[in-house]
Nanobody, 126 residues
Framework: QVQLVESGGGLVQSGGSLRLSCATS????????VGWFRQAPGKEREFVAA????????VYADSVKGRFTISRDIPKRTVYLQMNSLKSEDTAVYYC???????????????????WGQGTQVTVSS
């Protein structure tokens, strides 16, 4: 079992910044990735960013490229999402998740992630 708890969400003005944290616990896997997804009201859950836990390699959705940065603290088993230059369209519930069989082909697919946090709300005012 893997447990994930997101924190750091809140209300911020457009152009501002937030840093989300995701504390993980439980079992680990030989090769896995961590990801951030978001879901706005009435919209499907969409991929934001992902990182291979061992390799450190990152990948981003085009919508956040250059503005968001995913990182990890290995001893703390914590993953972060630094969000800069926030826009109103970034408003959503943000989820972290673990993909136990991380590949270049499945990093952005929700079905590849077996474990999810409860989400943290990010609201960007304009």
């Amino acid at each position: 079992q893997v447990q994930l708890v997101e924190s750091g969400g809140g209300l911020v003005q457009s152009g501002g910044s937030l840093r989300l944290s995701c504390a993980t616990s439980g079992r680990t896997f030989s090769s896995y990735g961590v990801g951030w997804f978001r879901q706005a009201p009435g919209k499907e859950r969409e991929f934001v960013a992902a990182q291979g836990w061992n390799s450190g390699a990152t990948v981003y959705a085009d919508s956040v490229k250059g503005r968001f940065t995913i990182s990890r603290d290995i001893p703390k088993r914590t993953v972060y999402l630094q969000m800069n230059s926030l826009k109103s369209e970034d408003t959503a519930v943000y989820y972290c998740a673990v993909n136990p069989r991380y590949t270049a082909g499945n990093y952005g697919r929700t079905i590849a992630y077996d474990y999810w946090g409860q989400g943290t709300q990010v609201t960007v005012s304009s």
